[in-house]
């Protein structure tokens, strides 16, 4: 018997072990699929990242998620009768969804600065800006939903992936990487290029220092003479920025329409992953791909059943299990993380400017 | 002619404020103060606290706009709109409670917003960090800049605070109370790069309410009370005295009588204690100590060395590493701060706004906090409204706690009555044993006067006090014992009478270890 | 003075003069005029809304009176006839369960946004209990099916609690990620063990003697005397009793609250189990009171409702019921607003979160129209809640 079969026999533990052989050989199938997942996630934690290292607490991505979504949707179905949906670019970009990409982005700026507002000008408890924010993001995107649903529009297209050279996907062992990574729409392919130069810039600019600063000792860094209010007015609105291309991926790279309340908590799965990822850019990356697998894996075991005593464990567990999977883990590692991951000292604290101007 | 001329400019104040007025809400901090310093010259502020000096540095700095009055550069009138453009200026100012990100290296807090860019984008560290290590060396210390500015020694981070100053091309340096966490060693130590400093030009406010020290370093020194200038003086032609009745404004009885004690029994022993602090290090390695019935041990020593974890864990608000601690024979080494609250043990906290207060409670509800749950504040689960409110009255009035009602929230009471509202509560009642942590910071002259006639008459009702506290002066005043403590360590236990104060200081600094006296005194 | 005593209470009344009387409406009118502005304020920005979202319709009239009709038509709903009164009621009895769970946490700096998880598990071992005793007589059935809910809704409180007393875990995540979690209990529920043979669609049996009886009019159930009953009890609990000091204490000043002897961690968790278990009866209110059944689609607005309810009513069990009344007239009004003017219900959320904006907005408010600042032990702009990592848990 080969090493694997030995494993596989072991009572109980043996199961464990088949899990995670299952795991490895379904990987190379749905390894596109937890990238695309974890897009909205990670885009959610990024936007986190920026703001908490600046200082300013953000619950209201999810919401910012939402409406994004919902601009990206309804922006498009009124543009194409006004611009045509001839593609123009590669991805399949056409005008109507240049314009719902860009709406996207800044109503997603704007509702960041009225987070901003609430939580830098007027110093309010920061965690109920963000409740705000979900609570008129749901009710805005649910009324709108409502009243124009008759119309049944549908939304200027989907992103078209770019489609890797086969030289690279077919290739055996890493083939599967190549495809994995290049397989995907703009923003999805963006997502890397972002989280690496978000992480560059945070630590080795002068822009990422002073960031930090603020987020760190904001009296500090006022005395040297930085403007800690206009940092962090920055940041938030960026931030909400990268939370809009979150939110624009679902309606515009995942499915063409909205549905209601279709973030799902992928907004606060974020900022769990910004947690875990120890308030880094790459680190939000890995573990927004960490939670975006448990998806996926939850989802396959339906598509690829498992066989033998694997399966038959499987089969037994309710399949409410594997739709709740993502929000448990989450818990998990976050009791489990969290003691370990130390925030910005100035995390959520309102600053009150002492100079004179 | 070119002669007069430079002669005027070689006389030339290189700073001057004229009239100088500051108001906030209720009160008149600054006064139409003038003040004029030269190049080159370490000029002293001297007043109390609340007199004034913070806000007119603050006035200098940018950091507050004057109602009234000027201020000039090397003769020029110009206006500070911030603390970046004071920077420009020239002016720089090294805060009392430092302005460093203890997250961040050496390079990185003093780059930050004069950083040393590769590109538009990149800073360049490689540069930064000569250009740094240079400037160390120019004035006498060797500075690592990659080092965690957290994990710095005070004394360090003081420097790296002179270093940011320096690092900006300031011509004044301010610096706010810079020796109040210094041992007597690093302030001298401080003192030669002040020198130097000055030697090279740089012109120095040297803000202080500690008259030998301002004896000792100033060319000038100005004395501040009330928001008004009372006097200037060379410090040849002035003493103490003299300096404490400017400041103050009436003839000071510098020390208080403490009358005589008779010490009884023993109420706390403490042996071999041993305590660990938040980074998991021993703050506290071995302490033996002993606090007997109508007595104040006073605790000298640099704030960090072990007191805050020496006295916490004697009220039960950290674990215990080793050792033992017994409150009238008692073992209590792990008994929590209510056991001993319950056993008799008063304590006022040196944080008051973290420990000793709830803001936003009423005066009577923050002097039944620590016996709440018991009569006659509550029977059972139910609290007793009437009585809390009748007892808050009793205490307010017998410890002159100045407010209009006991229902007002404590946050309306100034900083030296919240002071008093804790002393009500500790010291109200039958008290085997006070613990008494840095009890007059930051107090005005009055209320310090206050609590220490409090802690004198507690000694003679038969109270056992400990007293731990960073000011030299309070322990020497008031203690009958003094024990030094050293890096966790009691080194040394004199009498409070007879003690010698630089001899105390002296161990304060060195702990009594010649190995140390060398090393440090080579260090300089 | 007149005093009156009862047992360990004790009312204490002076007799009013002129100049007291005057004091007193100052300071009502100080307490409720922020809220009472910040209404009139969101019915502006709702009217603004509707008008403006005409405009995304395209191929309708813009109607610039719709607004004021669907107002009207929104509080003639809620309170122009018995019958609305009645159905604002039973409307608001869910929020004031959940708008005093969210109160009670707030005032020991915790945010409990589970009040949603919270409400669907209270269902949830409401009507599992409830279906068990369907045949006991009534005075059995519903206090155990209360109970049952209590329990349940407990369990869902304490668990975010619990992990923030040990790790630290910020209890906005983890009670969101429970809201979700719960969905799929209740999923699992009713479609397996309470599943009710006999339909297409999974769906309970009906609770029996279970259920709530009927008061008033034809849906106005027993659900708003417990509510009234938990309202008194929460207040007295808060500020009669040494462990509300301890809960408020814990709130205002952890670090004051160790040295005063209290366990902040045991305070955290034992206030987020009360505060579940009262957002429990939220949910067993709907479930024994309303429907009397499950389906697996069970859902509910009253979790972030229950929010706004606790921030309008500045987390005291009086400004709760206030607050209640207001949303629960809203959402049972918007129903009646929709059939008429067919505008969707969901512009409740917009007013909702409008209200919350305006609130919070408050400094700002008070400076523009000069008003007295009231101090309260709980300001919606002073920080209530402590954000991640172990600084908020205190060793």
Known sequence: MDLLQLLYSIPILGIVFQFVGYVVDIFPSIAPFILRGATPIAFAAMCGVLCERSGVVNIGIEGIMLVAAFVGWYAGALAVPLLGSVPVLAFGISAPMIVALLAAVAVGMVISLVHAWLSITVRADQIISGTIINIAALGVTSYLLNLVATTSARGAGLFVPFAAPTALTDLPLVGWIFGMFLNQGPITLSLLFIAIVFQVLLFRSRWGLRTRAVGEHPRA???????????????????GGLAALGGAYLTMESINSFQFNMTAGRGFIGLAAMIVGRWSPLGALGAALLFASTQAVGRSIGIYPATGELGVVLRAIPGQVFDALPYLVTIIVLAGVVGRSIPPAADGQPYERESAT | MSAELDVATVRAPALEMRGVSKRYPGVLANDHIDLDVRPGEIHALLGENGAGKTTLMNVLYGLARPDEGEILL?????????????????????????????????????LLGAEVMRDPIFINRAEAHRRIVELGRRFGFDVDPEVRVGSLSVGWQQRVEILKALYRNARILVLDEPTA?????????????????ADAGHSIIFISHKLYEVLQIADRITVIRRGRVVGQRLPAETNEEDLAELMVGREVALVVDRGESHPGEVRLEIRGLRVRDDRGHEAVQGVDLEVRAGEIV??????????????EAIIGLRPVAGGRISLEGRDVTTWSPRDMNEAGVGYVPADRHRFGVVLSFSIADNLSLTSYYKAPFARGLVRDEAAIESTAEERIRKFDVRTPTATAPANTLSGGNQQKLIVAREFGGETRLLVLDQPTRGLDVGSIEFIHRQTIAKRDAGAAILLVSAELDEVLEVSDRIAVMYRGRVVAIRDGRTADKNEIGLLMATGGEEREARAAGSAA | MTEIKLGPLRFRASRPTRASLARAAQATWSIVALPVIAIVLALVVGYVVIVASQLLVPGRAIDLLLPLNAYATLFGGA????????????????????????????????????????????????????????????????????????LAGAAWGFIPGFLKAISGAHEVVTTIMLNYTAYSVIAWAVSGPLDQPGSASPITDTVGNAGLPILLGRTGHAGIVVALVAVAFVWWLLFRTT?????????????????????????????????????????????????????????????????????????????????????????????????????????????????????????????????????????????????????????
């Open chain 2, 181 to 197: 966490v210094l041992t007597p060693q690093e302030t001298e130590e401080i003192f030669a790069v002040l020198r130097r400093l």
């Open chain 2, 298 to 311: 006073g605790v000298a020593g640099v704030a960090g060395n072990g007191q805050d974890e020496l006295v």
């Open chain 2, 74 to 110: 090397d003769g020029q009138p110009v206006t500070i709109h911030g603390p970046a453009d004071a920077i420009n200026q020239g002016i720089s100012m090294v805060h009392q409670h430092f302005m460093l990100v203890p997250v961040f290296s050496v390079a990185d807090n003093i």
């Open chain 3, 243 to 395: 462990r509300g000091f301890e809960i408020r204490t814990v709130g205002a000043n952890p670090d004051a609250a160790r040295y005063a002897g209290m366990r902040p961690r045991f305070i955290m968790v034992l206030t987020m189990t009360l505060a579940g278990a009262l957002a429990g009866l939220s949910g067993a209110s709907v479930l024994l009171g309303v429907t009397r059944y499950m389906t697996a689609s069970f859902g509910t607005t009253v979790g972030f409702d229950s929010i706004a309810v606790a921030l309008l009513g500045r987390s005291h069990p009086v400004g709760v019921v206030f607050g209640a009344l207001l949303f629960g007239a809203m959402r049972s009004g918007a129903l009646v607003m929709y059939g008429q003017t067919r505008i969707p219900a969901e512009i409740v959320d917009v007013l909702q979160a409008t209200i919350l904006f305006f609130l919070v907005a408050a400094p700002v408010l008070r400076r523009v129209l000069r008003l007295r600042d009231v101090r309260s032990e709980l300001g919606t702009t002073e920080t209530l809640t402590r954000t991640y990592g172990s600084e908020a848990v205190t060793r």
């Open chain 1, 221 to 239: 860094a006022e005395t040297v003479g930085i403007d800690v209010m206009w940092v962090r007015y920055r940041n938030v609105v960026l931030g």
């Open chain 3, 79 to 150: 309170f122009g006839s018995f019958d609305g009164i009645v159905r604002t009621l039973v409307s608001s009895t869910p929020l004031i369960f959940g708008g005093l769970s969210v109160a009670l946490a707030f005032r020991a700096g915790l945010f409990n946004i589970g009040a949603q998880g919270q409400f669907l598990l209270g269902a949830l071992g409401a009507v599992w209990i409830g279906v068990a005793v369907r045949d006991q007589p009534a005075l059995f059935a519903i206090p155990v099916a209360l109970l049952a809910a209590m």
